[in-house]
C-alpha cells in the first residue's frame, strides 16, 4: 500500500475534524486580534482558468489580499541545480533491482514517460514514481486540469508579485526538492515504484477517488482516506504533519498582520494535525467561506 504515496504528493508538491470545517476549501481566518485573512486548499493540479471560472469568491479573496502565502516559490533559474537532487549520487537505477524488476520497469515505463530508459536510469526510483502519477491524473481528463492557464499555486504566486503583492513561501524550493528526493532512501523508493507497477489501477483509482473528492469539497472524506491507509504509510508524516508543523512558525504572524491569503494543498487543512486544529488550537476564528 506504500504505493498510495505518489497520488498524496499530488495532493501535499496534491484527518478528523468534524462540523462544516471539513466540507470546504475556502475558510476565513479571524486572528485573536481582530485581523482578518483567508486560507485556501489547492489541488496542485488545478489550472488557473478553472479557478477563475468556479471559484470566484476564492479570485475576490485573492484579490483582497495584501499579501500572499504559498507553499514555495519556484525561480526556473534555480531547477537546474535542483534537478540533480533527483539523480542517483552513484551507481545506477538498475543496481537497485533485480534482473527481472528492472526488466519490468523498461517495458512499463514507456506508458508513463517518453523519455528513453538511457536517460531514466539516472534517476532516482521517486522521479519515475512522478511521473507515473502525472500520467495516471492526466489520463483521468479533469475539467481543472484541462483549463487554460498555469497550475493554481503558481498562478498566485506569479499574479500576486505582478500586482505588487507580498509573497511569502512556507519553504524555500531548495526545501522542497530535499523532501521529494532525499528523505527516503533510494532502497524506500525503489520499493515504492515496484509496488506500483505490480498494480497501477489501484494507483489510478485512488487518483479519481482523490480528485472526486476534492470536487466535492469532502475534505473530511479526503482526509479520512489518509486515515485509513496511514498505518501504510509508517514514516510518511514529513510529507503533512511536519510540515504543518514548520508552517505553523511562520502563519501566525502573517496572519496576526492580517489582510492575507493562503493557498496550500486541500490535505493540508483537516485531521488534528491540519492546518485549520492548529490555528483553532491558537486562538484564530475559522469559519468556512462560500466559493461562488
Known sequence: MKRLFSTLLSLSLLVTITGNLSAQLLYEVNSPGGKTSHLFGTLHLMKSGHLKDNYPKVIDAYQAADKVVVETVIDSSKLPALGQMALLSEGQLSDLFTEEQYQQIEE??????????????????????????????QNLELPMQAASGTAVDQYFATAAKEQGKQVIALESLREQFNLLFNELSDSAQAEMLLETLDNPEEGQALAQQMARLYQNQALTDLGQLYQNHKEDFQNMSFLLEERNQQWMQKLPKVLDEGNAFVAVGALHLPLEEGLLARLEAQGYEITPAKLR
Open 108 to 137: 512499463v515505463m514507456p506508458r508513463y514517460s517518453s523519455y528513453p530508459m538511457a536517460m531514466l536510469k539516472r534517476f532516482k526510483p521517486i522521479q519515475l514514481l512522478l511521473m507515473i502519477t502525472m500520467k495516471q491524473y
